[in-house]
């Protein structure tokens, strides 16, 4: 019997087994070194530093990012919030209406509240006595032993809930309906926390509509003078010069004087304020014509031409969401503005005049010296502006320097 040897490729692996071995580890390694690769990215993204990460964030996230960096412009914010939502709830939470007296509690001094009766939370006040010295006549005001509890959604007077329908609730008032006065009472017995409550209404709304006007006129005004230059440009800042030579006070007698008189207060006052905000507007029009002298040379800008965009794309598109930061600044700064110019024109007498309240008709009645001596709660308004103004001017200067975060 012949042996026949052995054949060496019945053993060993084929030549396509040996390559498929070969792709499958290939990939393999592929597969591991796109891990790798993948692994080692991801560390350096995290060990990008604040500085760098920055440049790949929005505009409005590096906006709201280095905002709330600003102590002082968030807790401005948060108290004009505070001031506005007061304002629109003001029916609500001002224990009585406007024409509610106490006249026997005339220039009654701000009642303490006790938050804790024998160890619980009953927040309550002392019973005054009212009454006037038999020597001197004068009104004299005596804390009793007597509590008055206070408790919270209590029936009142009524009022109207933005022309929808009537209701009675306030937010809080005696157990027995009787007198609460948080910060004390005028000279005809009125509650001076409810006065400041519903004057802040109209002190703090009736220049909201004049603010947006202005703006819309300054914006579209200043942007154009910008961007168009040449006659355009002398043409607007020539009307901007004329209007700014108007004198704000005897502009205001000279406009009050004109609106029809059968028109009320509150509707002449508006007029007024709408007429001199459409004067108002080129502060904001001086201020984006500079910004947009700057941007029209910028490389997006000529992109947008070169690609054919028009005027008023490149405007609306580019250049307004360019300047909107320093728009939404002027309208902060624009409101206290208006705040003041209405409490002055109140304070001469030039404004609103009782029975319409405002916080400047509330400083008017005040403005005697020896009742402001003898009587220093009624000052009490003033307080409440010098607060609503600084809050406005901090959330101004927070989003001014916001608004602009690629500077130092």
Request: proline share 5%; hydrophobic share 50%; aromatic share 12%.
């Amino acid at each position: 019997m012949i042996d026949t040897p052995p054949n060496p490729a019945s053993n060993e692996p084929g030549a396509s087994s040996i390559a498929q071995r070969s792709e499958m580890l290939r990939g393999l390694y592929y597969a591991l070194a796109e891990e790798q690769e993948g692994r080692e990215l991801n560390g350096r993204i995290s060990e990008l530093t604040a500085a760098e990460a920055k440049f790949a964030a929005s505009q409005w996230s590096i906006i709201w990012r280095r905002f709330r960096r600003n102590r002082a412009a968030i807790i401005g914010g948060v108290i004009v919030l505070i001031y506005y939502l007061v304002a629109l709830a003001g029916d609500f939470i001002a224990p009585f209406a406007l024409e509610t007296r106490f006249v026997e509690q005339a220039y009654l001094p701000p009642q303490r509240v006790h938050l804790f009766d024998e160890g619980k939370l009953k927040p309550y006040v002392y019973k005054i006595e009212s009454g006037r010295d038999p020597v001197t006549l004068r009104k004299v005001h005596i804390q009793t032993d007597e509590k008055v509890y206070l408790k919270l959604f209590v029936r009142g007077d009524r009022y109207d809930v933005f022309g929808l329908f009537d209701s009675d609730l306030h937010l809080f008032g005696a157990e027995d309906g009787g007198l609460v006065s948080l910060l004390g009472t005028d000279r005809q017995g009125r509650d001076m926390f409810s006065r400041i409550v519903l004057g802040s209404q109209i002190s703090l709304f009736i220049g909201l509509f004049g603010v947006a006007l202005s703006l819309v006129f300054g914006a579209v005004l200043g942007i154009a003078s910008g961007y168009y230059g040449g006659l355009i440009d002398e043409i607007i800042q020539r009307l901007i010069e004329v209007v700014r030579a108007f004198p704000s006070i005897p502009l205001w007698m000279a406009l009050s004087a004109a609106v029809p008189p059968g028109w009320s207060q509150t509707k002449t006052y508006f007029a007024v304020t709408v007429i001199l905000s459409l004067i108002g507007w080129t502060w904001l029009a001086r201020q984006l014509r500079g910004q947009v002298l700057a941007l029209r040379q910028s490389d997006y800008v000529m992109a947008a031409r070169l690609a054919g965009a028009s005027d008023a794309r490149i405007i609306f598109k580019h250049l307004f969401p360019a300047t909107l930061g320093q728009i939404i600044v002027v309208a902060t700064l624009s409101l206290p503005a208006m705040i003041i110019a209405e409490t002055s024109l109140s304070f001469l007498g030039l404004g609103l005049r009782p029975p319409i309240t405002s916080w400047g008709v509330l400083l008017q009645e005040s403005q005697n010296l020896q009742s402001l001596a003898l009587y220093p709660w009624v000052f009490i308004p003033a307080i409440v502006i010098v607060i609503v103004i600084l809050a406005f001017s901090f959330l101004g200067d927070g989003l001014r320097d916001a608004a602009d975060p690629f500077t130092i």
